[in-house]
Structures are given as structure tokens and as C-alpha cells.
């Protein structure tokens, strides 16, 4: 396709709502008593999404030559290899059993990146946070449903935690008897069901848009190791609580991973809208082309050094990085304010400083 095929970014491609700053205010108030319910309970401050690691990884990010112009944006506009840290994670802003069925997360962290950042702080930061989870799209299209959905989560996070895994395993069986009749996915139920699939086997997607550049994409990441293709319909038992983090451990004492970055360019704001996180953009109407490759070798993805300062010091957010990947759209807009408040809740609760990391010799072993 041609570039005058994609859509170019302008500044005034976001619309926000004229009730957006209240509903964003709601936000980060709910966000904030989660995890003011979580710290009473753990007695320790966790993120407010995406609070369970499952690994944390070194490895290093390769983008491709010879990339078209309109995928050669941003991080991905020359030929590069780049460090980076790799956190597995479950969606959820609590330390749950592992048989909880809800989204799991991949978060990168790309070092030595250099050009215009979206944000003056951290200061003299150098790096470009990617993050994904294992749906295409999001059931929050935008604020005020990220805000329900918060609002329902606050509700059940009063609940024992038993109870909680047997809610998210029934809404598993449900969402499974719809895959299998073969109807349409209902608000997004399919993608907040998720079968306990192993994490090194399923694709990742940034699900929201993002600026990319001169134009508008979302990311996905496809693994394509030969150990990773048999686990592309494996379950995973999770009989135990941390049957996750185990299933990562065992891979990683014995295979590297890889991942083929690929950009889907937005053709049609009409049928790929940024403002609306919930709605699927059309594979056919614009495939996802590869940009970069993503190579983790086997290593201990979780000693007590690396778990500690993967959840005590670091910080991942879609905002933390360079102007020419700017998040896109109100669901997005509102993860800046929760996510930068969280991450100074969980630093000031836990007497730990915030690190955007310089080399990749600061990860610990």
C-alpha cells in the first residue's frame, strides 16, 4: 500500500469529550482506593494495574532495514539494536492466584532511546515503554468505560479471593460456550475471559492507538521461536497459585523467546477510530507488517534480585517514551494520570525511588 493509503497524524485527531477531565479525576480517585485496599491487605504498595509479575527479562530489540516510510516512524525509523527489560504481568492491580481467568500483560522497556519525549519527567530519561496484552482490542473503549469498569472492580476486590478466581473461571466456561457457537464477542466479554493460555505462547497487541510517527498504528507481538509454537494451544494447569511464573521459569531454564514486532497503519479513522479502544481494526482492510524483532535468551527471568526491582523501583507506562509514539485516545488519556499517580503512590508508600534505567547491567541477575 502506498502511503497516501495511511492516515497522517495531526494534532487535532483526538476529540476528547467535554466531560472528560471529571470522568479522568473519577479515575484515578477509584485507582487510588484500590490500591489504598491492596496496601491495607499486603501491607506493601503494588501497581494499580498490572500488579503480579510473572518474569522480568533482558534482551534486545532489532529494528529492521528497509522498512517503508510509513513504518519507518519514531523508534523504528533506522536500522538499531536496543537493550531492553521485559516484564510478564496479570492485568489485575492486586497479587491474585494465578487461576483468577483475566488478561495477562507485556511490558518493554527499551533503552538508549534518543529524540523529543512526551514528557519532561522523569528527567534526562532515555527510554521507550511498549505495553500489550493478549487481546486485540480493549472492552473499555474510552474513559467513562474505563471508569465502570474500575468501579466494578473496586466492588469485587472486597471479595475473598476463591470466590474471585471461581467469578473469572465462570466468566471463562461462558465466554468459551460463545467462541463455540460462534457469535459475535459481546462487549469485549471474550477478551476479559481469557483461558489460561501459556504466556510465551499467545500474541500481544497495544490494543489502543498510538501516534506512530507521521501516522497512527497499534503494535502487536507475535512470538515465533520453534520452542514457542507447540504453546500456541497449550493451557496451563493453574492448580497452583503461581502456576505462571513457574510455566516462565521452566521455559527460560532452557529456550530463548523471540517476537516479530509488527505495526498496524490506520487507513480509515471512520472504521479504525482512536477514540474508541473497543472497537477491532480490520486486518483486511490493513495488515500488521513486521518493524522489528524482539530476542529474549534463556536466563532466570525471576531471582529475588530482578523481582524486587522489576516491582519496587521500575515504572512502565504507554506515556513514558518519545513524542512520536503518543498514546491516542480518551482511554489512553486516562491512563496517564492513573498510571503517573500510581506509580508515585506505590514509590512514596514503599519508600522506593522511581529508576528509568540507563544500561542494562542495572537489571539485576
Known sequence: MSAAAFVRYRDDIEQPLPDETRTIDEIVRVFAGLQRLTFEKHRHAVRG????????????????AGLDEPLAQGLFAAPATYPVIVRLSTSIGDVLPDGVATFRGVAIKVLGVSGPRLLAEPAGART??????????????????????????ARAAHLPEELQETLTN???????????????????????????????????????????????????????????????????????????????????AAHDATYELRAQLCTSLDTMPVEDASVRWSEDESPYRPVARLHLPAQDPFSDARRVYADEVLAF??????????????????????????????????VRARVEPERIEELPE
Open 49 to 64: 494495574a498490572h500488579a503480579k509479575s510473572h518474569g522480568v527479562l533482558r534482551g534486545e530489540l532489532t529494528v529492521l
Open 128 to 153: 521507550q515503554d511498549l505495553t500489550f496484552i493478549n487481546h486485540p482490542f480493549f472492552p473499555t473503549g474510552d474513559a467513562a468505560a474505563f471508569l465502570a469498569a474500575q468501579r466494578r472492580m
Open 170 to 252: 465462570t466468566s471463562r466456561l461462558g465466554a468459551a460456550v460463545v467462541r463455540s457457537l460462534g457469535i459475535a464477542d459481546p462487549a469485549g466479554i471474550l477478551g476479559q475471559a481469557k483461558p489460561h493460555a501459556h504466556p510465551l505462547g499467545v500474541d500481544y497487541f497495544t490494543a489502543a492507538a498510538m501516534r506512530h510517527g507521521a501516522y497512527v498504528a497499534k503494535l502487536a507481538a507475535i512470538p515465533t521461536a520453534a520452542a514457542q509454537q507447540p504453546l500456541r494451544d497449550t493451557t496451563i494447569d493453574v492448580t497452583s497459585d503461581s502456576a505462571i511464573t513457574e510455566s516462565v521459569q521452566a521455559y527460560f
Open 317 to 350: 507506562s504507554p506515556w513514558n517514551g518519545l513524542a512520536a509514539h503518543r498514546p491516542l485516545g480518551s482511554l489512553m488519556r486516562s491512563r496517564l494520570r492513573a498510571y503517573e499517580a500510581s506509580s508515585a503512590e506505590r514509590h512514596a508508600r514503599n
